[in-house]
């Protein structure tokens, strides 16, 4: 008990810290029990820009932040000397990992229930930022696609409004979000959208397209199919798909948090290069040295007899595929033309080839006697590279 009181008491002084940094502006807010009115709203952060050991003037609180594209957010934020507060579910030790993305003290670990209004309320109570990442690509028994994407989003809002001290209110939600789309997870994305915007109209909403890297389930989980199947089953190979690094994605959620033409508009993220899902895995089976494999066309219905299957009696972790990822294979995953992207934000996003090749090093199989040698110049001959 004592232990338990002395960890409060330590969390309640790293947060009141917080609440003594002066970042420059007031904002008046007035709100009634439906809706709230932003009136009077000054946007400017003033950051100073000193490094990891300085006081930025930022205080952020990042929903999601355990997840793949928050660790490369929080780590920016603690390069400029942020104070970062991480909401999380379940096991700490899970993100201990990000405290030292901060200096000391600069990363406040909080535990959070998602469905408790006050647990969220001490989360932002002190932060002038919110970065809410909080995604979902399958649904469970315990949590469907507008558990997730619309009703905590509208919780995160409103809880947000009512603290009246937030500047800047980023949003992550996915590119082709439609609330007319016959994706359910699509659908759930754009009505989180709406969630956010009736609350906080200035929002910052950033659409990315398929995100890789290291901790991906994209290229990673390509490699593992390629690495375990003799064949890799693909369903609709032709599907246009537009992926882009994480570190982009991350450096472009930043750049928002201090972009004055930010607060309001609509950012979808994409990499520099369009592939159909045949190239991609193509890519995957060079990178990886394996081109013993193959691809097979997937049937739909075969797909979709799958997907329900696994859905319904299969653990979590074991989906390689859902009745929704089915829906979204028919659907290309590009960034329309004429919109806000990332040359907007100052971020000009890396190939696949650049980066992709890093992140599937680990996947590579047995070289063969053809990749053992390799060309030198002219004169010396030919030698075994291992």
């Given amino acids: 008990m004592r232990a338990a009181a002395r960890r409060n008491s330590n969390l309640a002084s790293a947060l009141n810290a917080q609440s003594r940094l002066s970042v420059g502006f007031q904002q008046q807010r007035s709100f009634s029990d439906d809706s709230v009115v932003l009136s009077n709203t000054s946007n400017r952060l003033d950051i100073k820009y000193n490094g990891r050991s300085s006081v930025s003037g930022v205080r952020a609180t990042v929903f999601g932040g355990s997840g793949f594209v928050g660790r490369y957010v929080i780590n920016r934020l603690g390069r400029i000397g942020s104070q970062v507060v991480v909401p999380y579910r379940?096991?700490?030790?899970?993100?201990?990992?990000?405290?030292?993305?901060?200096?000391?003290?600069?990363?406040?670990?909080?535990?959070?229930?998602?469905t408790d209004v006050d647990s969220i309320r001490q989360s932002v109570e002190h932060s002038n930022v919110i970065i809410n990442l909080i995604g979902a690509s399958h649904e469970t028994k315990n949590y469907s696609y507008d558990d997730v994407h619309v009703k905590v989003a509208h919780r995160i809002a409103k809880t947000c409004a009512e603290s009246g001290n937030v500047k800047r209110f980023i949003h992550v939600s996915a590119a082709g979000a439609d609330a007319d789309s016959s994706s359910r997870f699509l659908q759930s994305k754009a009505h989180g959208?709406?969630?956010?915007?009736?609350?906080?109209?200035?929002?910052?909403?950033?659409?990315p397209c398929d995100i890789f890297g290291h901790e991906d389930k994209f290229l990673n989980r390509s490699a593992d199919a390629m690495r375990f199947l003799p064949a890799v089953p693909v369903l609709n190979d032709q599907q246009k798909l537009q992926p882009i690094y994480v570190q982009d994605?991350?450096?472009?959620i930043i750049n928002t948090m201090v972009n004055t033409q930010s607060p309001g508009k609509t950012y979808t993220l994409g990499g520099p290069e369009v592939m159909s899902k045949?190239?991609?895995?193509?890519?995957?089976?060079?990178?990886?040295?394996?081109?013993?494999?193959?691809i097979v066309d997937l049937p739909e219905f075969v797909a979709r007899v799958y997907a329900t299957v696994v859905e319904n009696f299969a653990p979590v972790s074991w989906r390689m595929?859902?009745?929704?990822?089915?829906?979204?294979?028919?659907?290309?995953?590009?960034?329309?033309?004429?919109?806000?992207?990332?040359e907007d934000l100052g971020v000009k996003p890396v190939t696949m080839e650049k980066?992709?090749?890093?992140?599937?090093?680990?996947h590579r199989g047995a070289r063969d006697a053809k990749h053992n040698q390799f060309d030198l110049p002219k004169g010396y001959g030919k030698i075994d590279a291992f």
């Fill in 249 to 252: 994605v991350a450096q472009c």
């Fill in 278 to 294: 045949t190239d991609l895995l193509n890519f995957v089976m060079e990178q990886t040295v394996r081109q013993d494999s193959s």
């Fill in 90 to 114: 379940g096991d700490g030790m899970k993100t201990r990992h990000l405290k030292v993305m901060g200096d000391l003290g600069q990363i406040v670990m909080l535990p959070m229930d998602m």
């Fill in 193 to 207: 959208e709406e969630a956010i915007k009736a609350y906080f109209p200035d929002a910052t909403i950033i659409r």
């Fill in 321 to 342: 595929l859902s009745v929704d990822d089915i829906d979204r294979a028919s659907m290309d995953n590009v960034v329309p033309t004429k919109v806000l992207g990332c």
């Fill in 355 to 362: 980066e992709g090749s890093v992140v599937l090093i680990r």
